[in-house]
């Protein structure tokens, strides 16, 4: 086995022995005017919040955050021919079949920013990722191939709908975090240097496997262990583990999980349900003053009639984000 392969290749997770803190609610925002609804990403670029649709394909939308009810503005994007990142012919083309019946044929599933403004977003479909400058045209990243290459080798991004579900970027724009969503979920890195974008001796941060337990309200069956977003805030990577309801802080180098927040009280409060036997929270922003989580509803409506895409304002935990595990 190869030695970056044995070492990285973790699929224990700690046991919590006590119940996660819960994070107390703030505000929650339905938001409008999402074409194709299905909120799945959230960035917080110089003040403005940005969301990305996994059936819009050639929409950005900015957030008019002014009131309770939250309003989206679209910016067209021209996607220029897509590269190929090494994903199979086969996985490609689900997606493709997919995308004729459902729309989104790039299913874009996070976005992330840098301190200049661009956003980029990634592609489930295709294992890639657009950058979006503030002015000019939208560019793919030259990636190495490497990055799904390797990924595929330690056992992620195996199944359709299964590849990269966040996306994080640091301020300079030079280094890039990618979710590898579940069966196995992990976290990747690649950098940008003089040669163009690259890893050091692996992409892989982590890999994990095993499942997490559903909460009772939607029917406590064991599911594979997910990340479907992250979020990168002071020198930490935080997930987003849908199926276990809660934000998780990593370490930026290896991707060792920290400690938890449960989010799980207030979002499986009876009103906030759906009638759809998983999580479907997708998008996350952490901040100093707490959490920006966003729900793809999939165009399901909740228990209290809601049919648009939610996002939830979480107060940070009590002693900070940062506090000791």
Known sequence: MRGWFAALLLIAT?????PLP??????????????????????????????????????????DTSATVW????QTLEIPP?????????????????ALIRGGDLDFE???CDAAGSRYLVSEAYAAVLKVPVDGAPVWL???????????????????????????????????WLAAERDKRGLLTAKLGKDGWACDASCIL??????????????????????????LYKGKLFTLERAAYRICRRTLTTGQLETCWSFAKEALQPNRLYDQKYGLTEALIVDEKGAWVGTDNNF?????????PVVWRFAAPEGSWSGKP
Not at 71 to 74: D, G, L, P, T, V
Not at 82 to 98: E, N
């Open 110 to 112: 996070g976005v992330s």
């Open 14 to 18: 700690p046991v919590f022995a006590a």
């Open 206 to 231: 982590r890999v994990e496997s095993g499942n997490d337990i559903l909460p009772p309200e939607l029917g406590g069956k064991a599911v594979s262990k997910d990340f479907s977003d992250i979020s």
């Open 300 to 308: 399901g409506v909740r228990a209290d009639g809601e049919k648009r």
């Open 22 to 63: 819960e994070l107390k609610l703030l505000s929650e925002h339905p938001v409008d005017d999402m074409i194709g609804g299905n909120l799945s990403g959230l960035a917080s670029c110089n003040g403005v919040l940005w969301t990305v649709s996994d059936r819009d394909d050639t929409l950005l939308y900015s957030l």
């Open 142 to 176: 030259e990636l190495p191939r490497k990055v799904v290459e390797e990924a595929q080798s330690a056992g992620m991004l195996q199944h359709f709908n299964a590849i990269f579900e966040g996306i994080a970027v640091n301020p300079a724009g030079d280094q890039l």
């Open 82 to 98: 897509i590269p190929d990142s090494g994903l199979s012919a086969t996985l490609r083309g689900m997606a493709k079949a997919s």
């Open 71 to 74: 309003k989206a503005k679209a």
